[in-house]
T-cell receptor, first 113, second 114 residues
């Protein structure tokens, strides 16, 4: 069975600060897929990024960047120069066969002006 | 941009009643899913559906639940006899068959059982 751990339940920052959300994925499979989803106050789940376990290249998209380290099974998400609109719950999720997603408990990010 | 749609957005029902939650997945997607999220908790997998049959289901998806793809566009979740603990947000998701494994979620249906 897989397990996704998001140790930070809630983070509060002031606008323009950088913030990193942690995620650890535990599985016995060597091939797996990791995802980040954003859940804004309106409630929908918005796909942000997918990472394959065999690709450790970091990725940057605007103010967002992701760091995957297979040795520690961590897939961390950094928001640079945070904005109030970034306030949301962020979920990390994993999938072994590319089918069902196992979600972490989520990290609530509050960005204050 | 194509998106997953769900109806209704909010459903209130009495305990013991049957409910059907409806979803229209993205048109070229072939895998379909239902998840639920009890208020303030994490998102939990219920069932996946491919090629007109269930491919995987969780322990939550017991005999009270069923899924169906009645036509080429709709994907439904039926709860036969609702319980108070079925109150949750139910999300439908879909993904393409090969290559990309990310799932795209609908806006959810909030089910309230009284």
């Amino acid at each position: 069975a897989q397990k996704v751990t998001q140790a930070q339940t809630e983070i509060s920052v002031v606008e323009k600060e950088d913030v990193t959300l942690d995620c650890v994925y535990e599985t016995r499979d060597t091939t797996y897929y990791l995802f980040w989803y954003k859940q804004p106050p309106s409630g929908e789940l918005v796909f942000l990024i997918r990472r394959n376990s065999f690709d450790e290249q970091n990725e940057i998209s605007g103010r967002y960047s992701w760091n995957f380290q297979k040795s520690t099974s961590s897939f961390n998400f950094t928001i640079t120069a945070s904005q109030v609109v970034d306030s949301a719950v962020y979920f990390c999720a994993g999938s072994n066969a590319g089918n069902m997603l196992t979600f972490g408990g989520g990290t609530r990010l509050m960005v204050k002006p | 941009e194509p998106e997953v749609t769900q109806t209704p957005s909010h459903q209130v029902t009495q305990m013991g009643q049957e409910v059907i939650l409806r979803c229209v997945p993205i048109s070229n997607h072939l895998y379909f899913y239902w998840y639920r999220q009890i208020l303030g908790q994490k998102v939990e997998f219920l069932v996946s559906f491919y090629n007109n049959e269930i491919s995987e289901k969780s322990e939550i998806f017991d005999d009270q639940f069923s899924v169906e793809r009645p036509d080429g566009s709709n994907f439904t979740l039926k709860i036969r006899s609702t319980k108070l603990e079925d109150s949750a947000m139910y999300f439908c998701a879909s993904r393409v068959e090969r290559g990309a494994y990310e799932q795209y979620f609908g806006p959810g249906t909030r089910l309230t059982v009284t």
